[in-house]
């Protein structure tokens, strides 16, 4: 009976007080659709990608790899190859500039324009109406909001990336999208061309020490050969020949694989061109993200009621308190 009469006194407060506990949600839930439709909607568009990486790995064997660590040559690591590293490239301050200097064209879902009608393209600096001082801080600023316009997911189950840009146009969003991808990719060629040119100046090298190494020993059993020229009798001139010609033969070995490396390090500096494969490329959503009205309403009808409610029941205390006195 207590949850009954709690129940129908709760109901009767709301009764005496119907103006606030309806009409105080209804106000609310019609505020936050006027809000909700002035305020211009967000698409998404989003693509996703997979960083394309060589199988083999490096080249040089692990003696060569060592050797040029030693030297302070970084020869690339699988770091580097990996999903979250070109996701913190997407990041990067570099790669948001570039694609804030590009141009767009600026009639993405303009109703004053005719469909099919193109203007004169502009930068994403100016499209998100970004001002400073000067270029350096409208770019400082520009890649601070151009950051909040953009998120970066890594499944690290598949390895796939997916970036997706929010814009005030579904054609902007899908544009955007596509651009960081494109730069990306051209990050990617360049970042692995450079690797490829770095091993192959330091095999260069390398094959240059081996070729003076090889023609030094060659000249050292020469000049063995001159100056004994009847050194199969004499065992001692035996064990030094043999010692002699062992170090051509360790000398030529180590010469022949450095060559081969170095031709295959030359065709990788040319060829060595990966690239990201794009699974899905960004479109213009046909449907926005933001603002989701209907879910809006909902909050605000719950919290409107939950306003009024509480207002009630305050003054129904109050009420109680002062009759009590």
């Known amino acids: 009976m207590t949850g009954e009469y709690s129940l129908l006194e709760l109901g009767r407060v709301w009764a005496r007080h119907r103006r606030v506990t309806v009409g105080l949600p209804l106000l609310l839930a019609l505020v936050t659709a ?23 790995g490096s080249r040089l064997p692990a ?44 009639n993405y879902g303009d109703a004053r324009l005719p469909q099919g009608v193109a203007v ?26 151009l950051n909040g316009l953009v998120n970066v997911n890594v499944n690290t189950a598949t390895g796939i990336v997916s970036v997706s840009v929010d814009a005030r146009y579904p054609g902007l969003a899908a544009a955007v999208a596509n651009r960081f991808v494109e730069y990306l990719n051209a990050f990617n060629a360049q970042y692995r061309q450079s690797q490829a040119r770095e091993q192959r100046k330091f095999v260069e090298q390398r094959l240059a020490d081996g070729e003076r190494e090889l023609r030094g020993a060659e000249e050292e059993l020469r000049t063995f050969y001159d100056r004994n020229r009847s050194w199969q009798q004499s065992p001692h001139l035996t064990f030094e020949e043999g010692r002699l010609r062992r170090q051509v033969e360790i000398r030529q070995e180590l010469y022949l694989s450095l060559k081969r490396e170095y031709e295959t390090a030359r065709i990788q500096e040319v060829n060595d061109t990966p690239v990201i494969t794009v699974i899905d490329a960004a479109t213009a959503p046909v449907k926005k993200s933001k603002p989701k009205r209907a879910l809006l309403v909902v909050i605000a009808l719950v919290l409107g009621g939950m306003m009024g409610t509480f207002w009630a029941a305050g003054v129904e205390y109050l009420e109680t308190a002062r009759r009590e006195q």
């Open 34 to 56: 006027i809000v909700s439709l002035i305020v211009r909607p967000t698409f998404t568009a989003t693509t996703t990608f997979v960083p394309e990486t060589s199988p083999q």
């Open 63 to 106: 003696g060569l790899a060592g050797l040029a660590t030693q030297f302070g040559i970084s020869l690339g690591s699988e770091a580097s190859k990996s999903p979250k590293f070109y996701a913190e490239v997407v990041r990067s301050r570099e790669l948001m500039e570039r694609v804030l200097l590009s141009n767009y064209v600026d």
């Open 120 to 145: 004169d393209s502009t930068t994403l600096l100016r499209i998100l109406r970004v001002k400073g001082r000067d270029l350096a801080d409208s770019l400082y600023r520009g890649v601070k909001k």
